[in-house]
T-cell receptor
Framework: AQSVAQPEDQVNVAEGNPLTVKCTYS??????LFWYVQYPNRGLQFLLK??????LVKGSYGFEAEFNKSQTSFHLKKPSALVSDSALYFC?????????????FGRGTSLIVHP | DTAVSQTPKYLVTQMGNDKSIKCEQN?????MYWYKQDSKKFLKIMFS???????INETVPNRFSPKSPDKAHLNLHINSLELGDSAVYFC????????????????FGSGTQLSVL
């Protein structure tokens, strides 16, 4: 079975500082990895995905994520946080075989950016 | 021009009632999903429906039944509502059929907040 772990319930960072939201995964075969963001009272919005190729993936709103196969991680990063980045962030994984095409989401990490 | 729309946005009802949540997508996608988000924000798959093939999550009680009149709609009907059903329910869709859908992103609706009293 595939799974995602987001070890931090909450991440606090000052505006202008770099941010990292952690994600590790477990899946059979090659992983397809995603980050989504949820603003209050809204549905999830796609940020970025890793399918294959470069380990550093760039996405929306200046976010990027680094795929590390040996550590089975896919941490979300941004060089300079904005207050408007405050939201709930979800990591998700899909497997490439075995009927695991339905994405599994982590528990979410609340990002709070302080002015 | 909402891509994935759900109605109603809020649903307050009594225990034991039967209710439905509707979902429509205008993206031309082949696959649709229902997710449940609990009070701790944990997002859990309930159903996936692709080209008349329904994939059911084994942990979902059979009081929950998805109905798809066509590929643009996936409604969720819930019988005999219980207090534990209170949650936010999200509909989502993705483009391809199952065999090509591995690398595709999901488009989510804005959610239906269900409160069972």
């Amino acid at each position: 079975a595939q799974s995602v772990a987001q070890p931090e319930d909450q991440v606090n960072v000052a505006e202008g500082n770099p941010l990292t939201v952690k994600c590790t995964y477990s899946v059979s075969g090659n992983p397809y990895l995603f980050w989504y963001v949820q603003y209050p009272n809204r549905g999830l919005q796609f940020l970025l995905k890793y399918i294959t190729g470069d380990n550093l993936v760039k996405g929306s709103y200046g976010f990027e994520a680094e795929f590390n196969k040996s550590q089975t991680s896919f941490h979300l990063k941004k060089p300079s946080a904005l207050v408007s980045d405050s939201a709930l962030y979800f990591c998700a994984v899909r497997g490439a075989s075995g009927g695991s095409y339905i994405p599994t989401f982590g528990r979410g990490t609340s990002l709070i950016v302080h002015p | 021009d909402t891509a994935v729309s759900q109605t109603p946005k809020y649903l307050v009802t009594q225990m034991g009632n039967d209710k439905s949540i509707k979902c429509e997508q205008n993206l031309g996608h082949d696959t649709m999903y229902w997710y449940k988000q609990d009070s701790k924000k944990f997002l859990k798959i309930m159903f996936s429906y692709n080209n008349k093939e329904l994939i059911i999550n084994e942990t979902v009680p059979n009081r929950f039944s998805p109905k798809s009149p066509d590929k643009a709609h996936l409604n969720l009907h819930i019988n005999s509502l219980e207090l534990g059903d209170s949650a936010v329910y999200f509909c989502a869709s993705s483009q391809g059929p199952r065999t090509r859908g591995f690398n595709e992103k999901l488009f989510f609706g804005s959610g239906t907040q269900l409160s069972v009293l």
